[in-house]
């Protein structure tokens, strides 16, 4: 499934040449992840739809970054909370995201519990911007706090999840064993998910 070879997309400096190996190497794989996450995030018992990023807005740089996004709207996920799947050059991440463009974000965040967010794995990290692949900090509750006092920023982020970096078990271990610990990383997150959710 995901490999080593697959941050190879990032190596062609061509808009359309990374768009192409992106669309050809990265997207089908991300379509697979999507079905195999279908009876985990079933537990949210709301219908989630997936979005595998187009980056239509290019006209002239190559993305620096490609996944798929998974919301509660046909429509788009930007706006609301969401997983993100994806890469970057160095990197393969999966995020719980709540953006700046999402509305009353302070007050979904309020819904979240603090003692399941510091039950996440060791190996979970928190972050603030998801353009920047380095905003990941270890989740403990001193970089958690100072992530929530952030939130009173117009432009502040919210995100929880991992990284793989390149090299790593991940893109050596066999593909059914890539497809769990996936499964799991999104299955540790449901829970607070299903806080951000709620009505």
Not at 43 to 54: A, G
Not at 96 to 108: D, H, I, P, S, Y
Not at 115 to 122: G, H, I, K, Q, Y
Request: charged share 25%; proline share 5%.
């Amino acid at each position: 499934m995901y490999q080593d070879q697959d941050f190879q997309v990032f190596e062609d400096q061509t808009l359309a040449g990374r768009l192409g190996k992106i669309q050809k190497q990265i997207d089908p794989k991300f379509l697979i992840t999507a079905g195999d996450l279908e009876p985990v995030l079933a537990e949210l018992s709301v219908p989630i739809y997936q979005h595998v990023s187009q980056h239509r807005r290019r006209t002239k740089n190559p993305p620096t970054d490609t996944w798929i996004a998974f919301s509660t709207s046909k429509r788009g996920y930007k706006m609301l909370p969401h997983l993100e799947i994806g890469f970057w050059d160095d990197r393969f991440f999966i995020w719980l995201a709540v953006l700046q463009e999402a509305k009353n974000r302070q007050g979904l965040l309020g819904q979240v519990q603090l003692a399941d967010v510091l039950n996440l794995p060791s190996t979970f990290e928190c972050g603030n911007d998801h353009a920047d692949k380095n905003c990941g900090r270890p989740l403990t509750l001193t970089n958690y706090q100072a992530l929530m006092r952030e939130q009173v920023n117009r432009h502040a982020e919210w995100q929880l999840g991992r990284n793989f970096m390149r090299g790593s078990d991940l893109f050596t271990t066999t593909p059914d064993d890539q497809a769990a610990i996936i499964r799991d990383t999104v299955a540790a997150l449901l829970p607070i998910y299903r806080q951000l959710i709620a009505d």
